[in-house]
């Protein structure tokens, strides 16, 4: 998308930043003091930026009490980094994920010092209430995936990625009702409808003929000329391809490709 050109939309960066910079400077203050507070005049940290590398929309983000403390810096660091995915996790409403990030941020609070097991299941309830007030965070963080951007990723300074964010996972996050995502996989699926301006589309699959599941190509190969997928569409051709589904109860609520196998 315009990111691919290294551009992005103007109004959808600022958007994901304000609720970026809300998600860093909430949890990193609860990661410092283990008091969640909403407001940010009460914050006991600040949430500072530099200047992006040319060509680059790789915004790096300073926790200033955090790098100013190198004792407990990489402690810190290490819960914070398993906050931030866990509530993208939580927004996302991916379970295993989430009791994956569970174990990981009881360990972190114990490295902190904290071996009385009530003071701990405290802290982690604390953090579920975060989480959830800071849903509305998340759905600015994504603004602009899908818009401007193929996938939003959060990682630490070392390069390690936390939590990335594609089509599939905004459309959790942004969703009404709850939905979850299903991991990537291999469809077989014939096209019956296609809007060659959006990639939204229809699909069936070939076990359930007689059912149209709504879908969306967010393959850049999409934009080309006499892609696969309309020549598979026009000629009534199955074709395989990798995406990742949207579940409501279980059951599909769409598809979203993003390319396809031989």
């Not at 998308?1 to 960066?13: N, P, Y």
């Not at 569970?102 to 360990?107: D, N, P, Q, S, T």
């Not at 193929?150 to 936390?162: H, S, W």
Request: aromatic share 4%.
């Amino acid at each position: 998308m315009d990111a691919d050109r290294h551009e992005i939309e103007l109004s959808a960066l600022a958007e994901s930043l304000k609720g970026i910079s809300r998600i860093v400077g909430v949890t990193a203050n609860f990661a410092v003091t283990e008091k969640y507070v909403q407001h940010k005049d009460a914050l006991a940290i600040r949430v500072i930026t530099r200047a992006p590398e040319a060509k680059c929309f790789e915004i790096m983000a300073w926790v200033k009490w955090a790098a100013e403390q190198p004792l407990i810096s990489a402690t810190l660091a290490t819960l914070l980094a398993s906050l931030i995915t866990y509530i993208v996790s939580k927004a996302v409403n991916n379970r295993e994920e989430m009791r994956h990030l569970r174990g990981a941020l009881e360990a972190a609070i114990k490295e902190l010092g904290h071996r009385d097991q009530p003071v701990v299941d405290r802290l982690l309830t604390t953090i579920d209430k975060m989480a959830d007030a800071l849903k509305p965070a998340v759905k600015q963080a994504v603004a602009p995936v899908g818009e401007t951007a193929a996938t939003l990723t959060i990682g630490d300074a070392a390069g390690r990625r936390m939590a990335t964010v594609g089509v599939a996972e905004k459309a959790a996050i942004m969703a009404d009702e709850p939905l979850e995502v299903g991991d990537e996989r291999t469809y077989h699926v014939l096209i019956t409808e296609l809007d060659m301006e959006t990639g939204g589309c229809k699909v069936a699959f070939l076990d359930e003929p007689n059912s149209r599941y709504p879908g969306r190509i967010t393959d850049p190969a999409f934009a080309l000329p006499n892609n696969v997928y309309a020549t598979a569409m026009a000629a009534r051709r199955d074709i395989s391809v990798r995406a990742k589904a949207t579940l409501k109860d279980g059951e599909i609520d769409r598809l979203y490709i993003s390319n396809t196998q031989p």
